[in-house]
């Protein structure tokens, strides 16, 4: 009588199966985890791309806005330029106006202060702002008159200095002649302190 063992047959075809259905879980797996891999892949490439094509639209910004500004630069260079070529020749025609006022004030001064029997034989400025007088009187009073009235302007400094004075004599009255030699320094009207700004009316 011959025994055929039934059960070994059938656990090796479950073995066999077992086998077979692991290997499949395992590459379906597999599969999967690659799939999902190539589409992580994908996106992170795309969104990469992405990235970069917003950057390098963002930089083409920053480039045309940076050409701007250096336009907008040149131009305010420009204007600083004129300003100050124009600041420049006002303050030269100020010092014009100022250089032509100057000797009119001057003589003009020099005139209100004269006193009575007093006369210049000359006046000449010896530089921006020293002036040197000769002249005549017939007295010292006149003289001193002569020297407080420039003071007094407030157009002259208060050292007003006689350089010299002699007496010449005269064959009729007064009798004598006083030649005199006088120093100032003359302050244009726009260096004026508030404190010497002549008083009208007194």
């Known amino acids: 009588m011959i025994r055929i063992n039934l059960l070994a047959v059938e656990r090796e075809r479950k073995k066999a199966k077992g086998t077979f259905q692991v290997a499949q879980k395992l590459t379906i797996g597999c599969s999967?985890?690659?799939?999902?891999?190539?589409?992580?892949?994908?996106?992170?490439?795309?969104?990469?791309?992405a990235q970069s094509k917003q950057l390098d639209d963002e930089i083409a910004v920053a480039q045309k806005e940076a050409s701007r500004l250096h336009t907008?630069?040149?131009?305010?260079?420009t204007f600083e330029q004129r300003k100050a070529d124009l600041t420049q020749?006002?303050?030269?025609?100020?010092?014009?106006?100022?250089?032509?006022?100057?000797p009119v004030h001057l003589l003009d001064?020099?005139?209100?202060?004269?006193p009575p029997m007093l006369w210049l034989t000359e006046l000449k400025q010896t530089s921006a702002t020293e002036v040197v007088i000769d002249g005549k009187c017939t007295s010292l009073t006149s003289l001193s008159d002569f020297v407080a009235n420039l003071e007094g302007s407030g157009y002259f400094k208060k050292s007003i200095d006689i350089v010299n004075s002699s007496t010449e004599a005269l064959p009729t009255p007064p009798g004598e002649l006083i030649k005199f030699t006088i120093k100032a320094v003359f302050q244009q009207p726009g260096e004026l302190p508030?404190?010497?700004?002549?008083?009208?009316?007194g």
């Open 32 to 49: 999967l985890i690659l799939v999902l891999a190539l589409l992580f892949i994908g996106w992170r490439y795309w969104s990469l791309g």
């Open 72 to 77: 907008l630069i040149l131009q305010v260079q």
């Open 89 to 102: 020749r006002v303050t030269l025609i100020e010092q014009l106006r100022k250089g032509q006022t100057g």
């Open 109 to 114: 001064q020099v005139s209100r202060a004269l």
């Open 194 to 201: 508030e404190s010497s700004t002549p008083k009208k009316g």
